[in-house]
């Protein structure tokens, strides 16, 4: 199935020079980095985490979106979503590897990952995020491409194959549990603890991941005459919706804790981030143009999905044009505030902003780029052995 990846037309080959250029400008920023150091970051004493970590909470979350095909599918027997799962799976893997290849920029040496390893500790929330992700991507691959060579050959999966895909679906839900307690675990933190991260977490995932998947088959529809299916695609903008509603109604309930509770931890940090933080004499608002960014793509998107179900629409545009707006809205909270609300106000209620520096951005780029070419690769093999099978 691997010689797939090798046949393809000029638009093709174009976005993987494309993205193979900035692979390359990324690739050199972290060989700077890696020889003169993290000095090269805009992180220090107060932050200890910044855009890498960031993209990594995020990315987890894009994973575990997958969740959302394969629950309904294997659990419930919804055929409908049959040809969405392995692009769900598919999805995972390359959403895990960009996470640990944003964990190995942040911790500036690779070798120190296999600390990890070589002196584990069950005591850590780290150890156990390792734990989860590697097992979830382990049973991504396996499964992907177990089921995908069983469809090539026209035979039903192996029996053996199914106890990976049923563990699959709490590792899913573990690899954002897990990380959100690598937060809600820290006392230091106001902004952060807090019981319904985890939560908040999950509701995310369910939108971001979807959303993302919604927006691959649109394009492979224009591009690689694969039809998702009408059905599929409106099934996924409901749960798209539900999940964006439950992560915006947990996002109002940190107003109630902060602002109701008078909390000064839990109120600063949502200040800092929605209307700019008042400390000696300075305003301190970098993020508050992407978090009200935020706000207006998270209910206009809802508003655009209520208007395309109530009034029975159906418009690949709007549709791609609504998860777009869900998915960048998702990341601009989870990939630039919630961590940064928790760190730029620290527990002695100091205020040191954060501005990830050129270097910084040049790999997390070179990352994101990497990600999208792997997952184009899967999916031209995906959606290679579809027509073949599709051609017998």
């Known amino acids: 199935m691997i ?45 200890s985490w910044g855009l890498y970590i960031s993209q990594f909470t995020f990315l987890v979350g894009v994973a575990a979106g997958g969740l959302m095909l394969v629950l309904p599918y294997y659990i419930h027997n919804y055929k409908v979503f049959g040809r969405l799962t392995i692009l769900g799976e598919f999805l995972a893997i390359s959403a895990i590897v960009m996470c640990l290849m944003f964990i190995m920029a942040d911790i500036g040496q690779p070798l120190r990952g296999l600390n990890m390893i070589l002196h584990p500790t069950p005591n850590s929330m780290l150890f156990w995020d390792m734990v989860v992700l590697l097992g979830y991507l382990g049973l991504n691959v396996i499964c992907g491409w177990v089921i995908l060579t069983a469809e090539r ?17 709490p590792f899913a839900v573990s690899i954002h ?12 933190r106001h902004f952060w603890l807090s019981a319904i991260t985890a939560p908040r977490f999950l509701a995310s995932a369910f939108a971001a991941g979807p959303a993302l998947i919604v927006i691959a088959c649109l394009v492979m529809k224009r591009v690689a005459n694969f039809d998702a299916g009408k059905e599929a695609i409106n099934k996924l903008t409901t749960i798209i919706m539900y999940a964006a509603i439950i992560n915006a109604f947990f996002v109002g309930l940190e107003f109630f804790v902060g602002y109701y ?58 549709v791609g044009i609504g998860c777009l707006a869900i998915f960048f809205a998702l990341w601009l909270d989870k990939g630039l505030g919630f961590v940064m609300g928790g760190l730029v ?48």
């Open 3 to 47: 010689e797939k990846v090798l046949k393809g037309n000029s638009k093709y080959w174009m976005w993987l020079a494309f993205l193979s250029a900035f692979i390359a400008v990324g690739a050199i920023c972290y060989l700077r980095q890696f020889f003169i150091g993290m000095g090269l970051t805009g992180m220090g004493r107060d932050l």
């Open 153 to 169: 050959k026209q035979v039903k999966p192996p029996k053996w194959v199914y106890i990976f895909v049923y563990t699959s679906i």
């Open 177 to 188: 549990t897990v990380t959100a307690m690598l937060y809600c675990g820290l006392p230091g």
């Open 261 to 318: 509770s008078n909390i000064p931890g839990h109120k600063h940090s949502l200040q800092y981030l929605f209307f700019g933080l008042e400390h000696h004499g300075h305003v301190y608002n970098n993020l508050v143009p992407f978090m009200w960014t935020s706000v207006f793509l998270c209910f206009g998107s809802l508003a655009l999905f209520g208007y395309m179900k109530i009034a029975k629409v159906s418009n690949d545009v709007l």
């Open 345 to 392: 106000v620290n527990p002695l209620h100091e205020i040191v902003e954060y501005v990830p520096t050129a270097n910084e951005i040049g790999i997390t780029l070179g990352i994101w780029a990497t990600g999208f070419l792997l997952v184009t690769v899967l999916y031209k093999i995906a959606i290679g052995v579809e027509h073949e099978v599709e051609g017998h």
